[in-house]
């Protein structure tokens, strides 16, 4: 059961009818997340901005895919996590990646690996991270400014994973194909 309403551009405050304008022309349509987040139009714009500045990282998108599929199955989002599967299946990224994500199991990829170890390490402790685990993520070929860009990502998949948690947000069509349950 949804708790909190999903917007349309005619619904929504007028702080978000652009935002969800811009929704529709980059997406085709009006994701279900975008809907709930234009209830407030402050939040709404911090996920559309935060998206667009995760995207604009270091990151590959192989790396991308493994930072929000990782927060995503970690938080058990029952909307992201099929999202972007469909995502990660535009963007061309490699099955076996996604479904290892999906599944909770080690990237083939050590520095992959690396990444999502990493990832689960800050969400984990709450941003604890230690000289060693740096270490060994140093090591596998990321750096300090790929720390940062994971809690930026983080930052991403707070607004829409616990968003989602508390609307219960239906899965969108074009997603429903990947569905997913922990």
Request: charged share 20%; aromatic share 6%; hydrophobic share 40%.
């Amino acid at each position: 059961m949804t708790t909190l309403k999903v917007h349309t551009i005619e619904s929504a405050p007028e702080g978000s009818k652009a935002l969800l304008e811009q929704s529709l022309k980059s997406n085709g349509m009006i994701p279900g997340l975008h809907g709930v987040l234009a209830g407030a139009p402050g939040i709404l714009e911090a996920y559309q901005t935060i998206h667009k500045l995760f995207t604009d990282t270091s990151f590959d998108k192989d790396e991308l895919t493994v930072v929000w599929q990782t927060i995503n199955v970690e938080h058990e989002c029952h909307y992201c996590v099929p999202a972007h599967t469909a995502i990660a299946h535009m963007m061309k990224v490699d099955e076996s990646i996604t479904e290892a994500l999906r599944n909770e199991t080690p990237l083939e990829n050590p520095k992959l690996e690396a990444l999502r170890t990493m990832t689960l390490t800050i969400v984990r402790n709450r941003g604890n991270v230690n000289q060693e685990e740096l270490n060994a993520f140093y090591e596998a070929g990321y750096g300090e400014q790929q720390i940062l860009e994971i809690i930026l990502g983080l930052s991403q998949k707070i607004i829409s994973n616990y968003t989602n948690h508390i609307a219960n947000t239906a899965v969108d069509a074009p997603f429903q194909k990947f569905s997913w349950k922990k």
